[in-house]
C-alpha cells in the first residue's frame, strides 16, 4: 500500500530528476526538481483551448488514461492474484486505445502520424513482457507478480543473470513506453521526433496536466517492477533503485542521440530477444538442472 | 426437444407463409413468427445449459435409414442460444435496415426472408442432429441458403461471382466431411453419431478439420471469408460471422467428445492452426481499407484465437493436465460467446454505416461521429469489446486462453514449456495488433473530417430499431465484463461435457477481475468528475487544429487508413504482398498522377491461385470435348450406351 501512495506522488518527482540530470551533465543549472509539480498545478487552474474538429472523445480520453495508469499501478502494488500482469498489461492498453483515438479526433496531420508511430512501435513491448513475466513466473508456478517479489533472486547464477536481464529489458520497456531517447525525444516535437509528444499537440490545461501525469507514471510503474525485483522489501531501496534509475535516464538522454526512425523496431526487436533469452535460461533452469 | 422440434417448424413455416404476406408486412410478420419460435425454442435450451441436462428425441424413419437421434445437451445447447438470440436481433434490426435499402432500389424481400426461415432452423438443426446423414443434409442447407442470402444485390456481377466463390469453397469443405465420415462409417458401420467412441483416427480427424474448417474459415481455408461479408447485407454478415461459422467449431468440438485423449500431433496441430490464423486474419484485417472486409478478417483472427484455445485445451487432455484442459474449453466456449456478441454487434454497426454513406471505404469516410454519434459510441463500445480490453467482455476469455496457458506452463514438460511462452506472445502481438486495427478502422470512420461528400451530407442517425439491437449487445458485452462471475457459468456445463473430470468453476479470478473492472468504472467516472470541477468557471476555447502555423489544412491532409498502418506494416512485408502502382511525381511542374493501393493474400496467391491454375491447365485439354455440335453429343450418348450394354452383357 505503501509503494502504491508514493507512486502516485513520485511521478513528477522522477521526471524533474531526470531534467536536474540533464541539466547539471549540460552545464546547466537547471530548473528545480519540483518544477513538474508546479508546472502540473498550473496547468490544472487552467482552461482549455479545444480544437474545432474534435469529438467528445478527445475531452474523455485524457481522463480515462489518467485512470487508466493509475489502477494499472494498483494492480502492482496492492491487488495480486492469478494473471494479474495480463490485467496490467490490458489496462494499459485501455489508455493507449483513448489516447491514439484522441489523436486522430484531431484530424490533424501530425498528431496522425503520431499516434500511428506510438502504436507501431509499442505493439512489440507487449509480447516481450509476457514472455518475459511468465517465463519467471514458471519458475515458482506462481502466476502473478508476486513472484517477482519472491522467487528471484541472485542466489544461483543462472537466477542472477534472469534477474539482470529482466532489468534490463524493464529498462528497455521504460525507455520505449516513456517515449525517452533513444526511441522518442520528450523535449521536442519536431518532425524527426514526431512520436508521443506529437500525438498530444492539442491538448492543453487540464487535459495536457493529466497526460504529462500518466506518461510520467507509466514510466514509474515499469521502475517499480524493476525495484521489485531488486529490493522487493524494503522501502530505501525502493527510492534508491528510484533514483539511480532517474539519474541513468538522464544521464543516457544525455549522451546519446535519437535514433532513426526506422531503427526504432529494430530496437524494439532487441527487447524481445532479451525476453526469448529469459526463456531460454529459465527452460535451462528447471529442465537442465542448472539450480 | 419437442418445442426446439416446434421452434424449427415455426422458422420453417414463417419462411414458407412469406410468400402469403403483402410486401409490406413481411418484414414485421416475419419479425414475430421468429421471435415466437425464439421464445420457445429458447425454453428447452436455457434448460439444457444452466441444469445440465440433455433431451433426447429419436425419429423414426422406416427401413430407410432407421433411428434418427436428435440430441440437446448442453454442448448443442451452447450454440442453439447464440444462434437463436443473435438471428433474432438481427430480424430486428433487417427490417428498418431494409426500408432504407429499398428507397433506392426497388426488390422483393420475400425470397430474401424466405431463404432466412430455413437458414435459422438448419443451423439448429446441424448443432443436434446426431446422424451422419441429416447432418450433412443440414449442413447443405445451411449453405445453400446462405448462398441465396448472400445474393441479395444479384444484379451486381461482383456479387454473384462472390456468391458462387462461396458455394464453391463449401462444397468442396463437403467433399472432406463426406472424406471422413465415409471412413467413419467404414469403420463403424453405423450412421449414428453415438457408435463413434474411440474410431476417431488421426486421418478421419484431420479430413473432418478441413471439412469444419472451411467452415469456420481458419487460415488457409479462410479466403472465402473476406470475400463474403462486404456483399452480403450487414445482418446477414453479423450471422454469418458471430453464428454460421461457429458451426464450423461445433464440428471440432462434437469430434472431440469422441475421443478420449488426443494425439499430441494433433493437439499441437490444432495449437498451431489457431496462432497462424489469429496472426494472418488480425495481420489482413490492418491491411484492409473496406471496413466489412476488415472486419471479416477479424473474424478469422478470432476464429484463430478459439482454435488456440481449443488447442491448448487438447494438450492440457494430451498431457494429462485437468486444469489446463479446463480452462481451455472454457476459453473456447467463452470466446465463442463473445465473439459472437461482439462482431454481430460491429457488423450491425457497419451496416448502419453503411445504410448511411452506401460505401464500404474507409477512405471516403470520416468525422461520422458528428453526424452519428449513437452509431460511432456503440462503435467505439465494440471496438474496445474485441480489442480484449477491460472492463468489456472481449477480456474475460482471452484472459482465460492466457490462464490455461499460464496453468500449462507447469506441466512437467520441457517441449510445451517453450510452445506455449512463445504462444503467449504471440498471443499478446495478436492483442496489440488488434488494438491498431480497430484504432485505425474507428478513427477512420468516424473521427477527423469527412474525406467526401458522401460522409458529410448525413442528416441523422440511423433509426432506432437499427439501434436497439446493438445497444442490446453492447449491454451484454458490458455485463459480462463486469459480472464474469455470473455471466461465465454458461461456459461451464459445455466444457464440462468435453472434459474427463469435472472441472470447478473459477469463480475467485472472476471475483478479482470483476472487483477491478467495477474500480476501473468508478475510477474513470471520478476522474471525470473532477475534471468538470476544475473546469469549472474555466474558459474552454473553440479553435482550429493546431497544425505549427499553418492555416489552411483540409481533409485531405489526415492521417488516413492507409497512412495509420503503413509504419506497423513497413516490419511485415514478407507476411503479404502489396501491388502499388504509383509514378511518382516528376518534372518541374508535375503532371496529375495517381496512387494505388491492393493488397493480396500471400494464401491466395501461393495456395488456391496454383490450384486453380493447375485445374484450369487440365480442364483446357477438355475443351474440344464441349464444341456445341448437336451430332457429336449424340454420338457420345451413343458410345456411352453401348460401352454400357458391352459392361451389362460381360456381367
Known amino acids: 500500500m505503501m509503494r502504491f501512495l508514493l507512486l502516485l506522488i513520485l511521478p513528477f518527482l522522477f521526471t524533474g530528476l531526470i531534467n536536474k540530470t540533464k541539466a547539471l551533465i549540460s552545464g546547466r543549472k537547471g530548473a528545480p526538481i519540483f518544477q513538474p509539480y508546479f508546472d502540473f498545478i498550473k496547468l490544472l487552474k487552467k482552461g482549455i483551448v479545444i480544437s474545432?474538429?474534435?469529438?467528445?472523445?478527445?475531452?474523455?480520453?485524457?481522463?480515462?488514461?489518467?485512470?487508466?495508469?493509475?489502477?494499472?499501478?494498483?494492480?502492482?502494488?496492492?491487488?495480486?492474484?492469478?494473471?494479474?500482469?495480463?490485467?496490467?498489461?490490458?489496462?494499459?492498453?485501455?489508455?493507449?486505445?483513448?489516447?491514439?483515438?484522441?489523436?486522430?479526433?484531431?484530424?490533424?496531420?501530425?498528431?496522425?502520424?503520431?499516434?500511428?508511430?506510438?502504436?507501431?512501435?509499442?505493439?512489440?513491448?507487449?509480447?516481450a513482457f509476457f514472455i518475459m513475466i511468465s517465463s519467471i513466473c514458471a519458475i515458482g508456478h506462481i502466476y502473478s507478480f508476486e513472484s517477482l517479489y519472491k522467487i528471484l533472486s541472485f542466489s544461483h547464477m543462472a537466477w542472477s543473470l534472469i534477474v539482470i536481464l529482466s532489468v534490463i529489458a524493464l529498462f528497455l520497456m521504460i525507455l520505449i513506453e516513456?517515449?525517452?531517447?533513444?526511441?522518442?525525444?520528450?523535449?521536442?516535437?519536431?518532425?524527426?521526433?514526431?512520436?508521443?509528444?506529437?500525438?498530444?499537440?492539442?491538448?492543453?490545461?487540464?487535459?495536457?496536466?493529466?497526460?504529462?501525469?500518466?506518461?510520467?507514471?507509466?514510466?514509474?510503474?515499469?521502475?517499480?517492477?524493476?525495484?521489485?525485483?531488486?529490493?522487493?522489501?524494503?522501502?530505501?531501496?525502493?527510492?534508491?533503485?528510484?533514483?539511480?534509475?532517474?539519474?541513468?535516464?538522464?544521464?543516457?538522454?544525455?549522451?546519446?542521440?535519437?535514433?532513426?526512425?526506422?531503427?526504432?523496431?529494430?530496437?524494439?526487436?532487441?527487447?524481445?530477444?532479451?525476453?526469448?533469452?529469459?526463456?531460454?535460461?529459465t527452460l535451462l533452469t528447471i529442465y537442465g538442472g542448472m539450480i | 426437444m419437442i418445442i426446439l422440434l416446434i421452434s424449427i417448424i415455426l422458422f420453417v413455416f414463417s419462411s414458407l407463409a412469406q410468400i402469403l404476406f403483402k410486401e409490406k408486412s413481411k418484414a414485421i410478420t416475419f419479425t414475430l413468427f421468429s421471435g415466437l419460435a425464439t421464445v420457445l425454442g429458447l425454453i428447452p435450451t436455457t434448460i439444457a445449459l444452466f441444469q445440465n441436462k440433455t433431451f433426447f428425441k429419436t425419429v423414426n424413419f422406416n427401413g430407410l435409414i432407421g433411428?434418427?437421434?436428435?440430441?440437446?445437451?448442453?454442448?448443442?445447447?451452447?450454440?442453439?442460444?447464440?444462434?437463436?438470440?443473435?438471428?433474432?436481433?438481427?430480424?430486428?434490426?433487417?427490417?428498418?435496415?431494409?426500408?432504407?435499402?429499398?428507397?433506392?432500389?426497388?426488390?422483393?424481400?420475400?425470397?430474401?426472408?424466405?431463404?432466412?426461415?430455413?437458414?435459422?432452423?438448419?443451423?439448429?438443426?446441424?448443432?443436434t442432429v446426431q446422424n451422419i446423414l441429416f447432418f450433412l443434409i443440414s449442413w447443405e442447407i445451411m449453405s445453400l441458403s446462405s448462398f441465396f442470402l448472400l445474393l441479395f444485390d444479384n444484379e451486381k456481377k461482383e456479387v454473384r461471382q462472390t456468391a458462387i466463390n462461396y458455394l464453391i469453397t463449401m462444397q468442396i469443405g463437403v467433399i472432406f466431411l463426406f472424406i471422413g465420415f465415409i471412413l467413419l462409417t467404414l469403420s463403424t458401420n453405423s450412421l449414428d453419431f453415438a457408435s463413434f467412441q474411440g474410431h476417431i483416427?488421426?486421418?478421419?480427424?484431420?479430413?473432418?478439420?478441413?471439412?469444419?474448417?472451411?467452415?469456420?474459415?481458419?487460415?488457409?481455408?479462410?479466403?472465402?471469408?473476406?470475400?463474403?461479408?462486404?456483399?452480403?447485407?450487414?445482418?446477414?454478415?453479423?450471422?454469418?460471422?458471430?453464428?454460421?461459422?461457429?458451426?464450423?467449431?461445433?464440428?471440432?468440438?462434437?469430434?472431440?467428445?469422441?475421443?478420449?485423449?488426443?494425439?499430441?500431433?494433433?493437439?499441437?496441430?490444432?495449437?498451431?492452426?489457431?496462432?497462424a490464423s489469429a496472426f494472418f486474419g488480425i495481420l489482413y484485417a490492418i491491411t484492409q481499407r473496406d471496413y466489412k472486409r476488415m472486419l471479416a478478417y477479424s473474424s478469422i483472427e478470432n476464429i484463430g484465437l478459439i482454435i488456440i484455445s481449443l488447442g491448448v485445451a487438447m494438450l492440457g487432455l494430451s498431457y494429462n493436465n485437468s486444469l489446463m484442459a479446463g480452462l481451455g474449453f472454457l476459453g473456447v466456449f467463452a470466446h465463442i460467446l463473445n465473439h459472437s456478441i461482439f462482431k454481430s454487434l460491429l457488423f450491425f454497426d457497419a451496416g448502419?454505416?453503411?445504410?448511411?454513406?452506401?460505401?464500404?471505404?474507409?477512405?471516403?469516410?470520416?468525422?461520422?461521429?458528428?453526424?452519428?454519434?449513437?452509431?460511432?459510441?456503440?462503435?467505439?463500445?465494440?471496438?474496445?469489446?474485441?480489442?480484449?480490453?477491460?472492463?468489456?467482455?472481449?477480456?474475460?476469455?482471452?484472459?482465460?486462453?492466457?490462464?490455461?496457458?499460464?496453468?500449462?506452463?507447469?506441466?512437467?514438460?520441457?517441449?510445451?514449456?517453450?510452445?506455449?511462452?512463445?504462444?503467449?506472445?504471440?498471443?499478446?502481438?495478436?492483442?496489440?495488433?488488434?488494438?491498431?486495427?480497430?484504432?485505425?478502422?474507428?478513427?477512420?470512420?468516424?473521427?477527423?473530417?469527412?474525406?467526401?461528400?458522401?460522409?458529410?451530407?448525413?442528416?441523422?442517425?440511423?433509426?432506432?430499431?437499427m439501434l436497439i439491437p446493438i445497444c442490446i449487445l453492447v449491454m451484454f458485452s458490458l455485463l459480462i465484463g463486469l459480472f464474469p462471475q455470473y455471466f461465465m457459468q454458461v461456459a461451464i456445463n459445455p466444457a464440462n461435457s468435453l472434459l474427463p473430470a469435472p472441472l470447478i468453476f473459477p469463480a475467485q479470478i472472476l471475483l478479482n477481475i470483476s472487483i477491478f473492472n467495477v474500480v476501473l468504472v468508478i475510477t474513470i467516472v471520478a476522474i471525470l468528475i473532477l475534471r468538470k470541477v476544475l473546469l469549472k468557471n474555466k474558459t474552454i476555447a473553440v479553435h482550429k487544429t493546431w497544425a505549427c502555423g499553418y492555416d489552411k489544412i483540409n481533409s485531405k491532409m489526415q492521417y488516413s487508413n492507409y497512412s495509420f498502418s503503413r509504419p506497423f506494416l513497413g516490419f511485415l512485408t514478407p507476411f503479404f504482398i502489396r501491388e502499388l502502382d504509383f509514378k511518382g511525381i516528376k518534372d518541374l511542374f508535375p503532371k496529375a498522377t495517381h496512387f494505388k493501393s491492393k493488397t493480396i493474400d500471400i494464401f491466395e496467391y501461393y495456395l488456391i491461385r496454383p490450384v486453380i491454375n493447375f485445374d484450369k491447365f487440365i480442364i483446357q485439354k477438355f475443351y474440344w470435348v464441349q464444341s456445341g455440335n448437336v451430332q457429336k453429343y449424340l454420338l457420345y450418348g451413343l458410345i456411352f450406351l453401348l460401352l454400357v450394354i458391352i459392361w451389362v452383357v460381360k456381367k
Open chain 1, 52 to 127: 474545432e474538429t474534435t469529438s467528445s472523445i478527445f475531452q474523455i480520453a485524457p481522463s480515462i488514461n489518467l485512470a487508466c495508469t493509475t489502477l494499472a499501478g494498483l494492480l502492482l502494488c496492492v491487488f495480486h492474484f492469478e494473471g494479474d500482469f495480463i490485467l496490467f498489461a490490458y489496462i494499459l492498453a485501455l489508455g493507449k486505445f483513448f489516447i491514439i483515438i484522441a489523436a486522430m479526433d484531431t484530424g490533424s496531420s501530425f498528431e496522425g502520424m503520431g499516434a500511428s508511430r506510438e502504436v507501431s512501435y509499442t505493439s512489440l513491448v507487449e509480447p
Open chain 1, 178 to 281: 516513456g517515449s525517452r531517447i533513444p526511441v522518442d525525444d520528450p523535449t521536442t516535437h519536431l518532425e524527426l521526433t514526431m512520436i508521443h509528444e506529437v500525438m498530444v499537440l492539442d491538448n492543453s490545461g487540464v487535459d495536457l496536466g493529466f497526460i504529462l501525469y500518466s506518461n510520467a507514471l507509466k514510466m514509474l510503474l515499469f521502475t517499480t517492477l524493476i525495484t521489485s525485483i531488486l529490493t522487493p522489501h524494503s522501502l530505501l531501496g525502493y527510492l534508491i533503485v528510484l533514483f539511480i534509475i532517474a539519474v541513468l535516464i538522464g544521464i543516457i538522454e544525455s549522451v546519446t542521440a535519437r535514433l532513426r526512425l526506422t531503427h526504432i523496431i529494430e530496437y524494439t526487436f532487441v527487447l524481445v530477444t532479451i525476453a526469448l533469452i529469459i526463456m531460454a535460461l
Open chain 2, 67 to 127: 433411428n434418427v437421434n436428435f440430441v440437446l445437451d448442453p454442448l448443442s445447447a451452447f450454440f442453439v442460444l447464440i444462434i437463436l438470440v443473435i438471428s433474432f436481433l438481427a430480424i430486428v434490426y433487417s427490417r428498418k435496415y431494409f426500408e432504407q435499402y429499398l428507397q433506392l432500389h426497388k426488390k422483393d424481400l420475400s425470397a430474401h426472408y424466405f431463404f432466412l426461415g430455413l437458414f435459422i432452423p438448419s443451423m439448429i438443426l446441424v448443432v
Open chain 2, 201 to 275: 483416427t488421426n486421418t478421419i480427424f484431420i479430413s473432418l478439420l478441413i471439412g469444419f474448417g472451411i467452415k469456420a474459415g481458419f487460415v488457409p481455408f479462410h479466403t472465402w471469408l473476406p470475400k463474403a461479408h462486404p456483399i452480403a447485407p450487414s445482418h446477414i454478415s453479423a450471422v454469418m460471422s458471430g453464428v454460421m461459422i461457429k458451426a464450423g467449431i461445433y464440428g471440432i468440438l462434437r469430434l472431440l467428445t469422441f475421443i478420449e485423449v488426443p494425439s499430441l500431433f494433433l493437439s499441437y496441430l490444432v495449437l498451431f492452426i489457431g496462432l
Open chain 2, 352 to 465: 448502419s454505416v453503411l445504410s448511411k454513406v452506401h460505401t464500404t471505404d474507409c477512405e471516403q469516410l470520416g468525422g461520422l461521429i458528428k453526424s452519428m454519434p449513437y452509431t460511432a459510441s456503440l462503435f467505439l463500445f465494440g471496438s474496445l469489446a474485441i480489442s480484449a480490453l477491460p472492463p468489456f467482455n472481449g477480456f474475460i476469455s482471452e484472459f482465460f486462453i492466457y490462464l490455461a496457458m499460464l496453468n500449462g506452463i507447469s506441466t512437467n514438460n520441457h517441449f510445451l514449456f517453450p510452445v506455449l511462452i512463445i504462444a503467449i506472445g504471440v498471443l499478446a502481438f495478436v492483442g496489440a495488433m488488434v488494438l491498431i486495427a480497430f484504432t485505425n478502422i474507428f478513427s477512420s470512420i468516424f473521427l477527423g473530417t469527412s474525406r467526401s461528400e458522401k460522409a458529410s451530407n448525413i442528416e441523422k442517425d440511423s433509426p432506432k430499431s
